[in-house]
T-cell receptor
Framework: SQKIEQNSEALNIQEGKTATLTCNYT??????LQWYRQDPGRGPVFLLL?????KEKRKERLKVTFDTTLKQSLFHITASQPADSATYLC??????????FGTGTRLKVLA | GAVVSQHPSWVICKSGTSVKIECRSL??????MFWYRQFPKQSLMLMAT?????????EQGVEKDKFLINHASLTLSTLTVTSAHPEDSSFYIC????????????FGEGSWLTVV
């Protein structure tokens, strides 16, 4: 079965630096992969979607890459700010919009 | 953008009672809604998929008689936790998909359930 691995350890970085989060999956390559932000006690908020035929996707300070050979997606936040502190989840579509979520990586941006 | 609203945001109930959580799509018609459960520091786990006007499809290991899902209209799905026990305490999140939302999935804010 498909498994998603995200670094469960918290990532602390200094304000202004680029944060890079990793999402690895173990089985088939999904048609697309999504990244979400989740704040404590809140539902996930959609950030970016990247399709299997896309190498890279950008949105403002966010960048996502998708390497189907490595079975890995990287999520970058450039010029990070304390307000970017949250848990970031990656999700794969099992089909018909049924998502498998990773456990998320908690990011803390230090002022 | 599209908004999905959940109610209540948090609820405390006594063991053995039932509690209902509502999920509404506010500005689009949700042909499909999904219910997830998230325990602390764990990932979201899909419980069931509901399509308007038909029976919900439950994931393996989810008791359909315990977690009753009703998707009676294109803007409302409800999850009823029946005979709740403390182990049912969790964060329940719904998501909705519909043509009006460009086939994007939108998540609700979640509902905290504590069973005492």
């Amino acid at each position: 079965s498909q498994k998603i691995e995200q670094n469960s350890e918290a990532l602390n970085i200094q304000e202004g630096k680029t944060a890079t989060l990793t999402c690895n999956y173990t089985n088939y390559s999904p048609a697309y992969l999504q990244w979400y932000r989740q704040d404590p006690g809140r539902g996930p908020v959609f950030l970016l979607l990247i399709r299997e035929n896309e190498k890279e996707k950008r949105k403002e300070r966010l960048k996502v890459t998708f390497d189907t050979t490595l079975k890995q997606s990287l999520f970058h936040i450039t010029a990070s700010q304390p307000a970017d502190s949250a848990t970031y989840l990656c999700a794969l579509d099992r089909g018909t919009y049924k998502y498998i979520f990773g456990t998320g990586t908690r990011l803390k941006v230090l002022a | 953008g599209a908004v999905v609203s959940q109610h209540p945001s948090w609820v405390i109930c006594k063991s053995g009672t039932s509690v209902k959580i509502e999920c509404r799509s506010l500005d689009f018609q949700a042909t499909t809604m999904f219910w997830y459960r998230q325990f602390p520091k764990q990932s979201l786990m899909l419980m069931a998929t509901s399509n308007e006007g038909s029976k919900a499809t439950y994931e393996q290991g989810v008791e359909k008689d315990k977690f009753l899902i009703n998707h009676a209209s294109l803007t409302l799905s409800t999850l009823t936790v029946t005979s709740a026990h403390p182990e049912d305490s969790s964060f329940y999140i719904c998501s909705a998909r519909g043509q009006g939302a460009g086939n994007t999935i939108y998540f609700g804010e979640g509902s905290w359930l504590t069973v005492v």
